[in-house]
Nanobody
Framework: VQLQASGGGLVQAGGSLRLSCAAS????????MGWFRQAPGKEREFVAA????????YYGDSVKGRFTISRENAKNTVYLQMHSLKPEDTAVYYC???????????????????WGQGTLVTVSS
């Protein structure tokens, strides 16, 4: 599967953005999806994940209550709605996919088999 992330940009602190990740292929609905981010000089960090069915969602502690992950299987797209953005949210955001057999370590980057190219989010203070 190929992933294409979009929606990044420059936003002021306190603002909102919605990232999208479009997937190719007809088996998108069988993939768990995740969002990770990487700031300059820092390790890649888990942001959010959603199960293939959309029933289960998971969030990193730093974004819980501010970010929401969702998916539209009919459109082969996963979203990351971000509110109350902070300068420390500045990073390149990557979407990732884990197909069958799916692992259960939602926060681990090694769970995911496919990665998009990333979209840059910059939050100004």
């Amino acid at each position: 599967v190929q992933l294409q992330a979009s929606g990044g940009g420059l936003v002021q602190a306190g603002g909102s953005l919605r990232l999208s990740c479009a997937a190719s292929g007809r088996t998108f609905s069988s993939y768990d999806m995740g969002w990770f981010r990487q700031a300059p000089g820092k390790e890649r960090e888990f942001v959010a994940a959603i199960s293939w069915s959309g029933v289960s969602t998971y969030y990193g502690d730093s974004v819980k209550g501010r970010f929401t992950i969702s998916r539209e299987n009919a459109k082969n797209t996963v979203y990351l709605q971000m509110h109350s953005l902070k300068p420390e949210d500045t990073a390149v955001y990557y979407c990732a996919a884990d197909g069958p057999p799916r692992g259960s370590s939602w926060r681990a980057s090694w769970k995911y088999d496919y990665w998009g190219q990333g979209t840059l989010v910059t939050v100004s203070s």
